[in-house]
């Protein structure tokens, strides 16, 4: 992109949006007029900013019969919460708008603009969650210790927002079709967890117009993204956990399943705030605004029961391999800083190998 195509905030020129909106898109994001509009101009600039989100999208824009750049971010997560909330907490719901954004940090915001309430989490989270979820998997899937090893860097590569987030044109490596399943299978679970989390945040009344601070939620290539984002305290923190499982009533199998997510998730979140304390140690990142996960985790299994019904040995077989994987990660970046701090991609194995398979080249592949 050259320097003239910059988009810059509050200027318009349609050039910086039209490789990856539809006509009806680059209407609404000229003269936004409602929430979900606003919602989706964010989006725009913040993907306009960086050429490596925008070829993502200029490939599904290639490749998805009745693309849209809105149908692109999925609502579903949010959508399983509100489904099963009561009637009154469903009409709440209807206040606020939601939907992800890409940002720095891996987690969920609650914003504000022109009077409307936004509740969004980093579309980033999602490869955050799977190369985690790699990382963590169970022995019984013989997924080798080394891969695993790989997935657990990508994904703290992730976290430091060194890995380019590309990873459609680029996969970087070659996992199993039952392995993939299962992953996504289990980042459902967390994102639920973590949506139902931020729509609590909403019907718990934590939402307080007057303590809203102006957050750098992304550095851009060219330019930092800034929100105006809801103050949370960490009382509202452990009340928005426990009310993301109890408000929805969700069956017994459906309850399992978004409690087990929060137990993946927690663990996910001490990984790598280990990981952070060394690497970034006193220093104040946005996660400790939120109490810590292993706090956050003892809590709820202090306030619910563990579902029977949850196969807790497999459970406790990843969370054991997590911490240590954690303490593997921070030792090695110590030792191998460089390997953390460039800005590109890794990859799982060697090319030419079983889970990487053949080389792919930037700009010639994809
Ligand atoms: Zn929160």
Redesign the pocket.
Known sequence: MSDINIPQHGKWDPVWFMSFCTEEELKRIKNPKNAKDILLRKRADIVADNVRYMRVFIKRRDLIPNYSFEKCFSNIHYEKVIRNLDFRDKESVKKITYGDIFENDVN?IAWIENGNRFISMNESLKYFLYFCGLAFISDTYKVPDYIRINSAKIATRIYYHNESIDFELDPRGIIPADIHRDIMCAINKELQFIAG?EIA?HLCNHLNENKVSKINILHGINQDFELPVFN?DQKQ?FE?DISSLRKPHYSKKEFRNVFEGSVRWFHALAFIEKIDEVLNPGKESRYQT?PSANQRLKRIIKEFDVPSNLNTENLHESINWASSLSEYISKDIELNYDNYDFYGSVYLDKPNTKWRGRELIDRKDY
Do not use: K, L, T
Request: aromatic share 0%.
């Open positions: 969920g989390h945040h949370i923190e928005a939120h």
